[in-house]
Nanobody, 121 residues
Framework: EVQLVQSGGGLVQTGGSLRVSCAASGFPFEAYVIGWFRQAPGKEREGVSC????????YYDDSVEGRFTVSSDNAENTVYLQMNSLMPEDTAVYYC??????????????WGQGTQVTVSS
């Protein structure tokens, strides 16, 4: 069974840090890219970041560039999103997803269950 199991959400104060994780199984991890998305109440889902475990290439949306870091532990088939300097506008449900290509305008093949990240002002 294909699974993307997320953990690490929670409540943090403005300026704080949080790390969310996405553990993948049931598909060839290094044949896919792992993307991070977020959706705030009343807002469209937006792409945040993605990483190719095969070659380590990464992408960040302008809204998180310089604050968030995506990384991959290929031995554990797990991708992490380290979130620093958090702001209230980062509050959202964060989802990881897998697809052969990192394209936020297209559909993604597999999705995690989501985890809530709340940043208090």
């Amino acid at each position: 069974e294909v699974q993307l199991v997320q953990s690490g959400g929670g409540l943090v104060q403005t300026g704080g840090s949080l790390r969310v994780s996405c553990a993948a199984s049931g598909f060839p991890f290094e044949a896919y890219v792992i993307g991070w998305f977020r959706q705030a109440p009343g807002k469209e889902r937006e792409g945040v970041s993605c990483i190719s475990p095969k070659d380590g290439s990464t992408y960040y949306d302008d809204s998180v560039e310089g604050r968030f870091t995506v990384s991959s532990d290929n031995a554990e088939n797990t991708v992490y999103l380290q979130m620093n300097s958090l702001m209230p506008e980062d509050t959202a449900v964060y989802y990881c997803a897998a697809d052969p290509f990192c394209s936020f305008s297209g559909g993604w093949k597999y999705w995690g269950q989501g985890t809530q990240v709340t940043v208090s002002s």
